[in-house]
């Protein structure tokens, strides 16, 4: 059974950064979501299982990089630049197909953790 834990999260002023960490029990393709009240979860950015391969929203795109350390099981997510508007949970996914960027296609998702940026 995929495990999926997520760390990293916190309280920073904006313009400021934090990097997410997943440990992961195998390794997968992986996902990055976001989850603001009151709005539905968005993509952030993906890797495919080797870290060949990864997209991004186009609203994080050059501020946010996902990374992953296959020795270690883990995949990262940069974030610099924050803005109050990527305040949000964000959770981590596995076992989608590479890039996919709806929810409903990652079938195992973490516990979230929660990222406020202060403006």
């Known amino acids: 059974q995929v495990q999926l834990v997520e760390s990293g999260g916190g309280l920073v002023q904006a313009g400021g950064s934090l990097r997410l960490s997943c440990a992961a029990s195998?390794?997968?393709?992986m996902g990055w979501f976001r989850q603001a009240p009151g709005l539905e979860r968005e993509f952030v950015a993906a890797i495919n299982w080797s870290g060949g391969s990864t997209n991004y929203a186009d609203s994080v795109k050059g501020r946010f990089t996902i990374s992953r350390d296959n020795a270690k099981n883990t995949v990262y997510l940069q974030m610099n630049s924050l803005k109050a508007e990527d305040t949000a949970v964000y959770y981590c996914?596995?076992?989608?197909?590479?890039?996919?960027?709806?929810?409903?296609?990652?079938?195992?998702w973490g516990q979230g953790t929660q990222v406020t940026v202060s403006s």
């Open positions: 195998g390794r997968y393709n």
């Open positions: 996914a596995a076992g989608g197909a590479f890039g996919a960027r709806h929810a409903r296609e990652y079938p195992t």
